[in-house]
């Protein structure tokens, strides 16, 4: 059964500093993995995706890093702003798209 | 493109009474889908779609029905309202474009919906 866990329900930063949210999958076998933000009372959106061949994408000051071997996706927010707070979900690129209980990052 | 509409916004039920969330997209997509939001649950897939005429079911199923006569329109059918179907809906759609590195799902604004 494929999954994906943010084990970190929430995460508290202080504006300017480094945001890191995390997922973990127990199976990697997708060509690319997609974060998506969702603020209270809107619908997600997507924020930023990364190619399975690279372990590195940036877009401004989100990056996110991917590590295969470890099963692991991170994303970082530098520097943290007060917009940035939100609901962050790393959902699996399958057809049925499930996007767990996310992180609630409050800067 | 008004992108992925949904109605209505707010709609308060009694129990055992049956009704229809709207969802229609714009953007020529073939996939759509519906989740619920609830307290502590994040989103949780109810049925999803990749094209007209096929629908296939989600995390969460039960209680909720679901139709695809056209490309641009999926409702979600309640059929007998229970309490606990209270939550925020979410409707989405995306393109299946093979040759694309991945397929965005665009959201639309939610219902709140409440069961008495």
């Known amino acids: 059964d494929q999954q994906v866990k943010q084990n970190s329900p929430s995460l508290s930063v202080q504006e300017g500093r480094i945001s890191i949210l995390n997922c973990d999958y127990t199976?990697?076998?997708?060509?690319?993995f997609l974060w998506y933000k969702k603020y209270p009372a809107e619908g997600p959106t997507f924020l930023i995706s990364?190619?399975?061949?690279?372990d590195k994408n940036e877009d401004g000051r989100f990056t996110v890093f991917l590590n295969k071997s470890a099963k692991h996706l991170s994303l970082h927010i530098v520097p943290s702003q007060p917009g940035d707070s939100a609901v962050y979900f790393c959902?699996?690129?399958?057809?049925?798209?499930?996007f767990g209980a996310g992180t609630r990052l409050t800067v | 493109n008004a992108g992925v509409t949904q109605t209505p916004k707010f709609q308060v039920l009694k129990t055992g009474q049956s009704m229809t969330l709207q969802c229609a997209q714009d953007?020529?997509?073939?996939?759509m889908s519906w989740y619920r939001q609830d307290p502590g649950m994040g989103l949780r897939l109810i049925h999803y779609?990749?094209?007209?005429?096929?629908?296939d079911q989600g995390e969460v199923p039960n209680g909720y029905n679901v139709s695809r006569s056209t490309t641009e329109d999926f409702p979600l059918r309640l059929l007998s309202a229970a309490p606990s179907q209270t939550s925020v809906y979410f409707c989405?759609?995306?393109?299946?474009?093979?040759?694309?590195?991945?397929?965005?799902?665009?959201f639309g604004p939610g219902t709140r919906l409440t069961v008495l």
């Open positions: 990364i190619s399975s061949i690279k």
């Open positions: 779609s990749v094209g007209a005429g096929i629908t």
């Open positions: 199976n990697s076998m997708f060509d690319y």
């Open positions: 953007m020529n997509h073939e996939y």
């Open positions: 989405a759609s995306s393109s299946l474009d093979r040759g694309q590195r991945y397929n965005e799902q665009f």
């Open positions: 959902p699996l690129p399958n057809n049925d798209m499930r």
